[in-house]
């Protein structure tokens, strides 16, 4: 079964540190999103693609957090630098359009800042 | 804007009790309804879905109706079982149009003993 790649499994990093993180989804979706879910609540959609394009980013904090997809395929999310409430989980997940909410979530990147 | 609300948790239950979790909701127009299921160190697997008033999602035993009436889709299931233990989300399509974006509960904690 075809499956959404995320790396690396966990993550600590020290604050003011850049942190970056990697999704490659399954292959032929072409909608990537990345959610982050904080630790007792549910996951919050922080950026959007449609191929390569963002078509949501309404929630992504740019002062600090960026993303890109460059060739449609997979992406990458950094967060620079990182505070202490950034710790999380960071999901990614990827459908083959957005219009059916066919999601197939990753394993996901947790996130400790210290 | 739209959002999800779940019954607090966790949910103790003993084996083969019957379940029943909690969920409202409110959006603009008529969303797509979905419950997602978390087990530990894992992401979030689709559980079950409706996507228009009366419809009824089920799978593995579980079961949800889509209540336009009462804007609630709260989760059933008659036998629960060990493995059944696991953090349960409701969440919605939002609304306006098929963005693709999912808004999600807080979820609900379900602990099963044998």
């Known amino acids: 079964e075809a499956e959404v790649a995320q790396s690396p499994r966990y993550k600590i990093t020290e604050k003011s540190q850049a942190v970056a993180f990697w999704c490659d989804p399954i292959s032929g979706h072409a909608t990537l999103y990345w959610y982050r879910q904080i630790l007792g609540q549910g996951p919050e959609l922080l950026v959007q693609f449609q191929d390569e394009s963002v078509v949501d980013d309404s929630q992504l904090p740019k002062d600090r957090f960026s993303a890109e997809r460059l060739k449609g395929v997979d992406s990458t999310l950094k967060i620079q630098p990182a505070e202490l409430g950034d710790s999380a989980m960071y999901l990614c997940?990827?459908?083959?359009?957005?219009?059916?909410?066919?999601?197939?979530f990753g394993s996901g990147t947790r996130l400790t800042v210290v | 804007g739209d959002s999800v609300t779940q019954m607090e948790g966790p949910v103790t239950l003993s084996e083969e009790a019957f379940l029943t979790i909690n969920c409202t909701y409110t959006a603009t127009g008529y969303p797509s309804l979905f419950w997602y299921v978390q087990y530990p160190g894992e992401g979030l697997q689709l559980l079950l879905k409706?996507?228009?008033?009366?419809d009824k999602g089920s799978n593995k035993g579980f079961e949800a109706t889509y209540r336009k009436e009462t804007t609630s889709f709260h989760l059933e299931k008659g036998s629960v079982q060990v493995s059944d233990s696991a953090v349960y989300f409701c969440a919605l399509g939002s609304g306006s149009g098929n963005t693709g974006k999912l808004i999600f509960g807080q979820g609900t904690t379900l602990q099963v003993k044998p």
């Open positions: 409706a996507t228009k008033a009366d």
């Open positions: 997940a990827s459908s083959l359009d957005r219009d059916s909410y066919g999601y197939t």
